[in-house]
């Protein structure tokens, strides 16, 4: 451990002296930065210059031509072309099919799913046209023969049958027999969902899809929910030409209230019945994940009770759907999302990310949920697993020399760990299906991204699919300061990581105003050494100093740090930024009568804590989407957290900027979307009601029809001037 924090001192001094030496560079550019350059794009790196999907067997990789008219496969190894799979000005029939959005290739390559007219639901979710290309007749057709759109189509393993879901009814595509079969007929809007997921299970556990196909073909595995009992939530769309706004109504379970329930079924393709399987779990239970597997072609389930401290993993028989606990992971407070996404199944044994030694590690299980070994052991927090290969390998990434960076490692069934990449700053990696080779992303404060294929094996680039030199040349001419890394003791005694933006000109001997940014989100992270070019860059050559620090609850920092929050969401989130400004606040170039905060959902929500706690700290604050009231937002995220509220009705209570508003002190904006299906528009209109019972005076600035990211048109660039605009009038 004393190694450990001796590297990450040496680390935070190495990335100072690069940040001077920076500093340097950005001061010789002359041209100024603009607000309107940064919001479109101007500072954007390029993408690897391919949005790939791994194609069967490792060695090659499929993308759309740039036309959108070419599906085309290429190698790993070379970059060259190796064929094109699909070449829509060679069809005969196109069937009104003008370019290719998105699509799917099947087993064995003989059939591929063409999309088009694509439209997202919610924030993953989607539906399209779909059409079925038969390489071998050379020949497009509609998926179906039934108007529609569908969604999640996944062709079984044998590649004769593809699933999908049209109007939440499950429909399986023959082609030998150019049949269509339904399996499911009780689907309906805001009532039964049949394969795919309700709002909040696609919010919260980023899960669109709960249908998997047994190995042989034979069997069907499906989630029904019903989620008639949940409460229905409802805004208004505003069309300049339409007099009567439309209102748009969508099941949104909230905190304490009813979720949707949910049964697992197997159809039986060849009999054409479906059969329920009969888990032995609680009724208000979560079913996250599902999945046929290559243990002994077992079909698993993964659930999680209400509480989310205790997931189990069932594994059950297509044929007599007898279920048994094949492995329990229990928690003090809660199982963390990012075990269950990351599970792997191989035939033999089960790998899992788990909290259970302190900090979030790779563990190996036997066949009954015994623990083989950790096979990352260590003070630091594996981020995520990326697979396991057929000799047991896993593949992971992990913030082991700081929690401001990430690497990237293999470690074997015996725990011997090889380093792939490590160089300074963000790593990322996407796998070949065989794990021979992976593209890299890497990136840190100083250097846009660099996108190379790097073979697995032995670690070494094979080449450089994108350099983003020409954006480092852009980025010379332009004025600007890096951002300066720290560790920073706040008065309250906690030591937290920080990043600090100061003008270009920055002169010791002057005093300046301090816009403090953060999320402070449970495992969110900020202050990350990887490329950002952002409007508090601007900010800071307007003449502000811009601070970041990543307080208690945030990631990478080990589950004591991590789950501190628990039950009492907000409080110790808004202590750390109050102590971080006055512990800014003591630097003799911080005018500690000038100093604001802001955020965007989670920060929107701990900024306005920050004013109504602070007691004057903050001279000003901008709140973005906030939660004003965690009994407003969602069961899964708010109770993982903080319980129900029946359970845990002071941490409800003492965290809610509701309750608090009339001891805010300060300036505030505060900004909201009026079609936010995420954090809804009542958070803001009972903050700012209460607010106005108190006679204290507020800005506000809503957006029609605009979500939670509020976007769209000119819509971002006219938010961050108004931002800019406050702050410059208020501090």
């Known amino acids: ?83 094109v799979l699909f070449d829509l000005s060679n069809m005969k029939n196109t069937c009104g099919v003008k370019e290719i959005e998105e699509y799917d290739i099947a087993p064995g390559g003989n059939e591929i799913l063409i999309y088009t007219n694509v439209e997202y639901i919610y924030r993953r979710s989607w539906q399209a046209d779909a059409f079925r290309y038969d390489v071998r007749r050379n020949q497009l057709s509609p998926l179906s023969n039934t108007p529609g759109k569908v969604m999640i189509p996944t062709f079984s393993p044998n590649a004769r049958m593809v699933a999908f879901v049209r109007n939440n009814n499950i429909y399986i595509r023959k082609f030998d027999f150019d049949t269509e079969v339904a399996v499911t007929t009780d689907g309906k809007f805001g009532s039964i969902i049949n394969g795919t997921t309700d709002w909040v299970y696609e919010e919260e556990f980023t899960a669109t899809k709960l249908l998997s196909w047994s190995s042989n073909g034979e069997y069907l595995a499906y989630a029904r929910f019903d989620e008639t009992e949940v409460l229905q939530y409802g805004f208004q769309i505003y069309d300049f030409n339409n007099h009567t706004p439309l209102t748009y109504q969508y099941k949104y379970p909230c905190a304490g209230e009813k979720n949707s329930t949910y049964s697992l079924h197997v159809y039986n393709v060849n009999d054409k019945v479906s059969r329920t399987v009969n888990l032995p779990v609680e009724k208000d239970s979560y079913m996250p994940r599902i999945e046929f597997t290559s243990m002994g072609g077992e079909l698993a389930a993964i659930t999680l009770n209400r509480l989310q401290n205790e997931m189990k993993l069932f594994l059950i028989n297509p044929a007599t759907l007898v279920p048994r606990v094949a492995l329990v992971e229990k928690d003090k407070c809660y199982v963390d999302e990012n075990c269950i996404s990351t599970l792997a199944i191989t035939s033999n044994n089960f790998i899992m990310i788990s909290e259970r030694g302190g900090y979030a590690q790779v563990y190996s299980f036997d066949k009954n949920g015994q623990q083989i070994r950790c096979l990352t052991p260590g003070n630091y927090d594996v981020t995520t697993i990326y697979g396991v290969d057929n000799n047991g390998n896993v593949y992971y990434q992990a913030a082991d020399e700081t929690p401001i960076a990430r690497r990237i490692f293999k470690v074997t069934p015996k725990g011997k760990i090889t ?124 003449g502000y100093i811009v601070a970041c620090v990543d307080g208690r609850g945030t990631g990478a920092r080990g589950t004591e740090w991590r789950k501190c929050t628990y039950q009492q969401l907000g409080i110790l989130e808004s202590d750390d930024q109050i102590a971080a400004a006055k512990t800014l606040a003591k630097l003799p170039y911080i005018d500690e009568n000038r100093m604001a905060i802001w955020g965007w959902s989670f920060g929107g929500y701990n900024t306005l804590l920050c004013l109504c706690r602070g007691e004057g700290t903050f001279k000003a604050g901008i709140a973005v989407a906030p939660v004003t009231d965690w009994h407003f937002y969602d069961t899964i995220y708010t109770e993982r957290f903080l319980r129900t509220p029946q359970q845990n009705p002071s941490g409800y209570t003492s965290g809610a900027p509701l309750k608090l508003a009339r001891n805010l002190k300060g300036e505030l904006l505060i900004i909201h979307g009026t079609a936010d299906d995420n954090v809804h528009l009542r958070n803001t209109l009972l903050f700012t009601e209460e607010l106005v019972q108190a006679n204290i005076p507020f800005e506000m600035a809503v957006y029609p029809n605009r979500n939670h990211s509020i976007y769209g048109g000119n819509t971002r660039l006219h938010l961050f001037e108004r931002k800019i605009d406050f702050l410059k009038r208020k501090l």
């Not at 309107?36 to 759309?64: D, H, L, M, N, S």
């Not at 409007?535 to 307007?542: C, D, K, V």
Request: glycine fraction near 6%.
């Open 1 to 83: 451990m004393m190694k450990q924090k001796y590297a990450y001192k040496q680390y935070l001094v190495l990335l100072g002296i690069l940040c001077l030496s920076l500093v340097a560079q950005g001061q010789n550019g002359t041209t100024p930065l603009t607000l309107k350059g940064i919001i479109y794009g101007e500072f954007r790196a390029k993408p690897a210059g391919i949005t790939f999907k791994v194609a069967e067997g490792g060695a090659y990789y499929t993308t759309i031509s740039a036309d959108r008219k070419k599906i085309e496969q290429y190698s790993f190894e070379t970059g060259k072309l190796s064929k």
């Open 419 to 542: 380093l792939l990449a490590g160089e300074r700053g963000m790593n990322n990696a996407t796998f070949s299906s065989d794990f021979s080779f992976f593209l890299r992303s890497r990136s840190n404060r100083e250097m846009p991204p660099i996108y190379t294929v790097v073979n697995a094996r032995n670690g070494k680039t094979v080449r450089t699919l994108e350099s983003n030199e020409a954006l480092k040349q852009k980025l010379a001419k332009y004025r600007f300061r890096p951002a300066e890394f720290e560790t920073i003791k706040l008065v309250n005694g906690v030591s937290v990581n920080a990043y600090i933006i100061k003008p270009s000109n920055f002169d010791a001997n002057k005093k300046y105003p301090l816009l403090m940014v953060q999320y402070s989100g449970p495992n969110s992270q900020e202050v990350l050494d990887h490329y950002e070019m952002d409007w508090t860059n601007y900010l800071a050559e307007q």
